[in-house]
């Protein structure tokens, strides 16, 4: 009698598990669970954000392109961190990269500047000039210009939007010192 109970209390505990697991898809939890919202036992079924008050809900792409002699060229895109590989569940160091990219966009959108002057002094929007600037070392172009692009994330249907244009920037001039022929910018 008793492993008839412990193999009741597993099944229970699988289709749970497994309940939950569905319940974090938003597609299929508005789909197939749309009745249990207005259920009384809803709240077992979690959906987690991992302690965020506001969880991400758009991921950011930067791109950039170079300018020749006022002719552009095309996006190009930086990937920020490192492609996702299966033991990334466990441990991803190169997440905190991305994470970083997200901070930068969020803090340059929670307060945007009021003129074009405060924008290209902000901090966050030097950080992007700096990541797209180093990214774009070794061209022989004028200037370079990025883009921030929204997209709504995993599950969203929403369109991809460009969050900030940039100004037309010219890179960084190289110079070399003649007592040791080491590159300084």
């Avoid at 789909?31 to 954000?49: A, E, G, K």
């Avoid at 990219?101 to 030097?126: A, G």
Wanted: hydrophobic share 45%; glycine share 4%.
């Amino acid at each position: 009698m008793s492993q008839v109970w412990e193999l009741g209390v597993c099944i229970c505990l699988a289709l749970w598990w497994v309940a939950s697991a569905v319940a974090q898809h938003k597609r299929v939890r508005t789909f197939l669970l749309s009745w249990w919202d207005n259920c009384w036992i809803s709240p077992l079924l979690p959906v987690f954000t991992f302690f965020a008050p506001r969880p991400a809900s758009r991921d950011f792409y930067l791109l950039i392109r170079s300018w020749n002699d006022g002719e552009a060229g095309p996006w190009r895109e930086i990937e920020v961190g490192s492609s996702w590989r299966w033991f990334h569940c466990l441990w991803n160091p190169g997440k905190r990269q991305g994470k970083a990219l997200s901070d930068i966009v969020n803090n340059l959108l929670t307060e945007p500047p009021k003129s074009d002057v405060q924008l290209v002094l902000h901090n966050s929007y030097l950080q992007l000039l700096c990541l797209a600037s180093s990214f774009h070392r070794g061209e022989a172009s004028t200037h370079v210009q990025f883009m921030v692009l929204a997209a709504g994330g995993h599950n969203s249907d929403e369109a991809p939007a460009v969050t900030l244009l940039s100004n037309l920037h010219r890179p960084a001039a190289k110079k070399v010192t003649r007592d040791d022929n080491r590159v300084r910018a």
